[in-house]
């Protein structure tokens, strides 16, 4: 019973978390992301918590949610288009390594797992949190270390979109130029049965190209190595976007979306505060140079 419990509180507490971002303009600053980890949080502090059950409905979420955030992309389009983002986003990946490597190295002699502090935040910062899930696992850290910066990105995440939702603008204003706006398509009208037909096809098809994955990493390595699987899937999920039926779509990006809050819900339920360390000072010290430097 507590197992039902606890699974029904992930998957329909992001869906209030939605709700409350539409329903309250200071929610939707903070974003359905941050209520999710907040109703994760709380969830780690009922009776009914499990932690391996938590770690279950987290691992499972992103997989199936990187398909569906990749299905509505046109690769065609945006190639044509790419060379500014492409070189824009090289920089940015450019600085955070450099940052995150000059870090390990500033602090290794004070903090005993740097290194993968380092590459923890260089995925959470070039991806989000899915991208320091599939690091953590890879590097079999210690969890809680996972629960330490999970904690103070929390904090330092919440400050830094203070900071884009209110000073960001006319500070970045006075350097960067405003680019022209270029009117987009206006949407397609959906009738309700549709979009549910087109949600099932789409979740539908990201669970097969989950399988697949899954199946051919266990032949060929014996074992379901994380990376290989989540190199697999986005890759799979790529490709199933040039599928011109499925890239159109309109649903499956928040479908996706859903299931990475269902998966920050997870994530906060396993954030024990009581086990955070007496390394703490450290690496937030850690976190915040890498942050900030890679902002400058």
């Not at 824009?88 to 450019?94: A, I, K, R």
């Not at 270390?145 to 500070?171: H, K, M, R």
């Not at 706006?181 to 009738?191: E, N, R, S």
């Amino acid at each position: 019973m507590s197992m039902a419990l606890q699974i029904a509180y992930l998957l329909l507490m992001p869906a209030l978390a939605f709700w409350l971002a539409r329903r309250s303009k200071m929610a939707a600053r903070l974003g359905p992301v941050v209520f999710a980890y907040l109703f994760g949080l709380l969830l780690s502090q009922l009776p009914i918590n499990d932690a391996t059950l938590s770690t279950s409905v987290r691992d499972l979420s992103i997989p199936l949610a990187i398909p569906l955030l990749l299905f509505g992309l046109d690769v065609r389009a945006w190639l044509g288009g790419a060379r500014s983002t492409v070189v824009s986003f090289g920089l940015c990946l450019l600085a955070l390594i450099i940052v995150s490597t000059l870090a390990h190295f500033l602090f290794a002699d004070r903090i005993a797992h740097s290194a993968d502090i380092a590459g923890m935040l260089t995925g959470l910062y070039s991806g989000g949190s899915p991208n320091m899930a599939v690091v953590h696992n890879s590097l079999g850290t210690p969890p809680e270390l996972y629960a330490q910066i999970n904690a103070i990105d929390f904090i330092s995440g919440a400050i830094y979109f203070l900071f884009l939702i209110t000073l960001a603008g006319p500070v970045f204003g006075k350097i960067l130029h405003r680019p022209a706006v270029v009117a987009g398509q206006a949407p397609v009208a959906m009738d309700e049965s549709a979009r549910w037909r087109d949600g099932a096809l789409a979740v539908a098809v990201s669970l097969g190209i989950v399988g697949i994955t899954a199946i051919t990493v266990k032949l060929i390595t014996s074992e379901l190595a994380v990376a290989p699987i989540m190199l697999g899937i986005t890759s799979l999920g790529i490709a199933a976007s040039f599928w011109r039926r499925l890239r159109r779509i309109g649903n499956s990006y928040a479908i996706g979306y859903y299931l990475v809050t269902v998966f920050c819900c997870a994530l906060g339920s396993q954030l024990q505060l009581d086990r955070l360390g007496t390394d703490l000072a450290q690496i937030a010290v850690m976190h915040l140079s890498i942050l900030c430097g890679t902002i400058v």
